[in-house]
């Protein structure tokens, strides 16, 4: 039988080993630091899948994309990990575009209601954008009017086109009307560029649909919005593109030409391009590398420039870049979490 002092000493041990466990669970949560002060970090960019939307599209045209890796617990690990400390979650490649109006309503709110209640089970964790059905306006803004008054979302999520037609289209700008009223941020994800390249044409190595074709839908997405005038009729709008903006910000010089230059061009814009880049549009971080990060400053400006994942999809996170950027240190807490502190209204 062991005496009082093993007791004792037993339990004080135990009591080390415990909190040894606990200082080391903690230490797994990275902590990044800028100029030696710890810094917030937001990721933009990050996709989420419900499983049951798949009873809502069973048996139909469509039943195929009830698959993806729903959100869970090795989400919030990985956030850990990376050093993470808020995740904006949205449900893209935008499919139910093709749904009519009774398919394309369940599907929302059954998307909308997943994000809304994994939100609300990791409140200082996550915020949600909701992402409406555009091929039907008018039910895009009553789906995006309850998502940002009702669930309490912070933006909404959009494809590059829809079924093909430019969301520069005068039909678009009662939901621009609606985005611009709420005064929600706007990110706009492509898929492969479907809408441009001809079938069969990215196929063969090097996954060029992804890495070629979605920069390239998100160039034509922009450049529609800016030439077509759409970003002046509606000047209030703040519109972040995936993947680093596509190839606009690293070509901004052939952009900014060519209502000068080419006299068919047709423009409708009242301002330069690269005026919008430095005010309407935003890129997130997904470039690679330290220059290609500091180019997107030195192009659109510190306060245009924010931090993606494109989570749970296996791209090189970008914290290290954005750290090892030779921008202001000031900058670099910008891009981290400072710009999406006041876009999201986040306390």
Sequence with gaps: MRNRREFITGLAGASLGAGAFLKAAAQTRREVRVGGKRVKVIDIHAHANFPEVADVIKDGPLARFARGRPLGQ????????????????????FWWYQAD?????????????GLAKWVAAHPDRFVAFTSPALQFPDLAVEQLDHAVRQLKMRGVAIGGHVNGEPLSHPKYDP??????????????????AENIAKPGSLDGSGDLGNVIG???????????????????????LKI??????????????RTEVTCDVRQNAKCANKKRPHEYLSDQILADSMIF????????VAEMGASQVVYGTDMPFDWPDTVDAILQAQIPDAQKEAVLSGNLVKLLRLT
């Excluded at 090795?74 to 490649?93: A, S």
């Excluded at 109006?101 to 209601?113: F, G, M, P, Q, Y």
């Design 101 to 113: 109006r009774n398919l394309a309503t369940k599907i929302v709110e059954t998307h909308d209601n």
């Design 214 to 236: 979605n920069p390239l839908e998100t160039t034509v997405f922009l450049s529609h919005l800016i030439f077509d005038g759409t970003l002046d009729r509606f000047p209030n």
């Design 240 to 253: 972040c593109a995936a993947h680093a903006g596509g190839y606009l910000p690293s070509y901004l010089g």
């Design 74 to 93: 090795d989400r919030i690990q990985e956030l850990d990990k990376r050093g993470i400390d808020m995740q904006v979650v949205e449900v893209n490649t």
């Design 289 to 296: 590398s330290a220059e290609g990060v500091r180019h997107l």
């Design 175 to 192: 939901f621009w009307t609606k985005v611009q009223e709420l005064g929600v941020l706007v990110f706009m994800h492509p898929n492969n």
